[in-house]
């Protein structure tokens, strides 16, 4: 079986990668569990915000990949630095020890990153973008 060539496929750097890569870490923080009897989805983001500081700080690291995704983008500052504010102003929520985890559950950072991060690469990639179902 032939591997795909550096640079290509889901670990390449293109836009199309990137986007791939992007949307599986949000899913993955944000919306990865269904809560039964809603419409609600949960991730580990507010799995991790159950353990004081160090689940909030590690779901904020996880969270700050893909500001780094968005820096190799070459997206703006000021993009980047809205970004890194999403992530840092989640984790301060999350520092609140259980209570936390309720406005962590409302203010999901890595979904306002993904829109973000979609915006940018819809206008200067176009070819990357996906249609929703």
């Known amino acids: 079986?032939?591997?795909?060539?550096?640079?290509?496929?889901?670990?390449?750097k293109e836009a199309s990668a990137v986007r791939q890569r992007v949307e599986a870490m949000e899913k993955l923080m944000e919306g990865?569990?269904?809560?039964?009897?809603?419409?609600?989805?949960?991730?580990?983001?507010?799995?991790?915000?159950?353990?004081?500081?160090?689940?909030?700080?590690l779901a904020a690291v996880m969270g700050a990949y893909m500001v780094w995704e968005a820096r190799n983008l070459n997206m703006s500052k000021s993009a980047v630095m809205r970004m890194l504010g999403n992530v840092?102003?989640?984790?301060?929520?999350?520092?609140?020890?259980?209570?936390?985890?309720?406005?962590?559950?409302?203010?999901?950072?890595?979904?306002?990153?993904?829109r973000i991060i979609r915006r940018h690469l819809d206008k200067h990639h176009p070819a990357t973008a996906t249609i929703n179902q």
């Open 32 to 57: 990865m569990l269904h809560i039964p009897g809603t419409n609600q989805k949960v991730g580990l983001d507010v799995i991790l915000s159950i353990l004081p500081f160090g689940g909030t700080t």
């Open 1 to 12: 079986m032939a591997s795909a060539p550096i640079g290509k496929g889901i670990l390449g």
């Open 88 to 114: 840092g102003f989640d984790w301060l929520l999350g520092l609140v020890p259980f209570v936390g985890v309720i406005p962590d559950f409302f203010f999901r950072s890595n979904s306002r990153n993904l």
